[in-house]
């Protein structure tokens, strides 16, 4: 195979809250929205003061979902129990060196209300013969 230099890295911050349902909180779906939306406004900040350009950010849609109670072998029931709201920010930048430092320094986003799990890939360059695409490994 192959080696080629990446000429593009993409960096996923995926950001989720799950909150479950009491009685003194009836508005579980609005409070997962709002930590996730809070949170998701910090990550964008961390990459802007980074030195990223709005252009190279992007934030997906905010996903809502149910919790249900578990079985006694742990199995999900029928019976829901809270919501769990998520959504990513992603990164696509040829600033390597921003990158690098970004992400060595992520433990500096803030206090983040909701989970949230990183990861980070390169992306090679793509040939194309004859409507036949061929992603090429990148180079270490």
Do not use: H
């Not at 080629?4 to 909180?25: F, G, H, P, Y």
């Not at 997962?32 to 964008?44: E, F, G, I, P, R």
């Not at 249900?68 to 060196?97: I, L, P």
């Amino acid at each position: 195979m192959q080696r080629v230099q990446s000429d593009i890295a993409t960096w996923a911050i995926s950001v989720s809250s799950s909150v479950k349902i009491t009685d003194e909180n009836a508005k579980t779906r609005g409070n997962a929205l709002s930590n996730v939306s809070a949170d998701a406004k910090k990550v964008v900040e961390f990459l802007r003061k980074s030195g990223f350009d709005a252009s190279e950010i992007k934030t997906s849609n905010v996903s809502v979902y149910n919790m249900y109670t578990k079985n006694k072998n742990g199995y999900d029931t029928t019976e829901v129990c809270g919501k769990t709201a998520e959504c990513t920010v992603s990164v696509q930048t040829r600033k390597f060196d921003a990158l690098e430092n970004a992400v060595s320094n992520a433990d500096k986003i803030g206090t983040i209300k909701s989970g949230c799990w990183m990861s980070i890939f390169f992306i090679p360059r793509v040939i194309s013969f004859a409507g036949i695409t061929k992603r090429m490994a990148p180079s270490a």
